[in-house]
């Protein structure tokens, strides 16, 4: 039903050579997996090469993120219209990194996405609480507020491009994984709220995949998760060997 889908967000590293060395190594060793979906996020400088590698393999790549409009005087920014020039279709959008060091919010991930729709691209919606929301059980209230903010308007039918990443931040580069049953608690109430904006059957078809200390050592526990419908992996992708034992999870 779900097709699962394994990401790879390299965030800040990578130049195009290293990129490209990586697929060298990772292509092989995934050629004619088809049971996930594969996804690289490179950097913006190696995106167009990555993209051109791998056209016809069976792995996608996608942006990191990108402003909402068109073309404008936004110093630094990179628009749809660009990036689907290069051929990519797919993007990440509302990060924890971007929401925490660059200001980004739920409002401006609702332009982008309604953007990335409008498009025809595919995009992946971060959400995720802090440690201290945890510890004051205020995760279920912030995973509504972040969903319901994201999705402001958005159809339905606008709502089978998109994917939610559950990114517990208190997870993230510190080797604190949520527990499979934690993520999978979590990813019910995203679902929740999912059914609230877009209808219970968007629900049902909506991929949330889990972010947070991905490696080989913990994935097939948490992909024996009903609820997990694949995960989104930042330093365990860097490495064509981890990131391919990773897909390839029992
Ligand atoms: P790590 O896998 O390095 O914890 O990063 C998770 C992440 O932020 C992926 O977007």
Same mark, same amino acid.
């Given at each position: 039903m779900r097709k699962p889908i394994i990401a790879g967000n390299w965030k800040m590293y990578k130049t195009p050579k290293e990129s490209l060395a990586f697929l060298e190594s =990772?292509?092989?060793?995934?050629? @004619?997996?088809?049971?996930?979906e594969i996804i690289l996020f490179p950097t913006m400088t190696s995106l167009a090469a990555v993209l051109e590698v791998? !056209? @016809?393999?069976?792995?996608? !790549?996608? !942006?990191?993120?990108?402003?909402? &409009?068109?073309?404008g005087a936004y110093t630094g920014e990179t628009s749809p219209t660009m990036l689907t020039a290069i051929g990519c279709r797919q993007v990440l959008l509302g990060h924890s990194e971007q929401r925490m060091y =660059?200001?980004?919010?739920? *409002?401006?991930?609702n332009l982008k996405l309604k953007a990335a729709i409008s498009? @025809?691209?595919?995009?992946?919606?971060?959400?995720?609480? &802090?440690?201290?929301?945890? *510890?004051?059980?205020?995760?279920? *209230?912030?995973?509504?507020?972040?969903?319901? %903010? %994201?999705?402001?308007? #958005?159809?339905?039918?606008?709502?089978?491009?998109?994917? #939610? %990443?559950?990114?517990?931040?208190? !997870?993230?580069?510190t080797g604190a994984t949520a527990t499979p049953e934690m993520a999978a608690e979590a990813h019910e109430m995203i679902r929740k709220e999912l059914a609230h904006c877009c209808g219970s059957q968007?629900?049902? *078809?909506?991929?949330?995949l889990y972010g947070g200390s991905v490696k080989p050592e913990n994935i097939n526990t948490l992909m024996a998760q009903e609820q997990i419908d694949g995960v989104l992996v930042g330093g365990a992708s860097l490495v064509p060997e981890s990131f391919a034992r990773i897909v390839r999870y029992e």
């Open positions: =990772f292509l092989p060793l995934v050629k @004619g997996h088809d049971r996930d791998v !056209a @016809g393999t069976n792995v996608r !790549a996608g !942006a990191q993120n990108m402003h909402w &409009l068109n073309e =660059f200001n980004e919010t739920f *409002e401006r991930v498009h @025809g691209m595919d995009a992946m919606v971060c959400v995720g609480e &802090l440690l201290a929301e945890r *510890e004051a059980m205020q995760t279920e *209230e912030v995973l509504r507020t972040q969903v319901r %903010a %994201a999705l402001h308007n #958005i159809t339905a039918s606008e709502a089978q491009r998109l994917v #939610i %990443a559950y990114e517990p931040i208190w !997870a993230i580069g968007t629900a049902q *078809e909506t991929r949330i």
